[in-house]
Nanobody, 122 residues
Framework: QVQLVESGGGLVQAGGSLRLSCAAS????????MGWYRQAPGKQRELVAVVTHENSTNYADSVKGRFTISRDSAKNTVYLQMNSLEPEDTAVYYC????????????????WGQGTQVTVSS
């Protein structure tokens, strides 16, 4: 069984910073891409940032220059450093990872974390 556990959300004033973490655990064989998505009330879930196994990164235009995604492959963990936060960044942030495991006969599956709330006050 593979699990993703997020941490680091909270309440912050506009202009502040937060760092999200997401650790994958279980019978993992390999992790391909890891990423962060967010969903604001009344809106669809959207991609925030993704990092591949080769450490190639991609960001939503709305967060470029403010957010940085990184991963520690030894710890099966992905991070999202969020700076210069804006009220528009308020959302539930979800971690996602493409993982192959013994349980899936080494096929890639997408796993999601439970979500962590980020609230930015103006």
């Amino acid at each position: 069984q593979v699990q993703l556990v997020e941490s680091g959300g909270g309440l912050v004033q506009a202009g502040g910073s937060l760092r999200l973490s997401c650790a994958a655990s279980g019978s993992i064989f390999s992790i391909n891409a890891m990423g962060w998505y967010r969903q604001a009330p009344g809106k669809q879930r959207e991609l925030v940032a993704v990092v591949t196994h080769e450490n190639s990164t991609n960001y939503a235009d709305s967060v470029k220059g403010r957010f940085t995604i990184s991963r520690d492959s030894a710890k099966n963990t992905v991070y999202l450093q969020m700076n210069s936060l804006e009220p528009e960044d308020t959302a539930v942030y979800y971690c996602e990872a493409t993982i192959s495991s013994i349980a899936t006969f080494f096929k890639d599956y997408d796993y999601w974390g439970q979500g962590t709330q980020v609230t930015v006050s103006s």
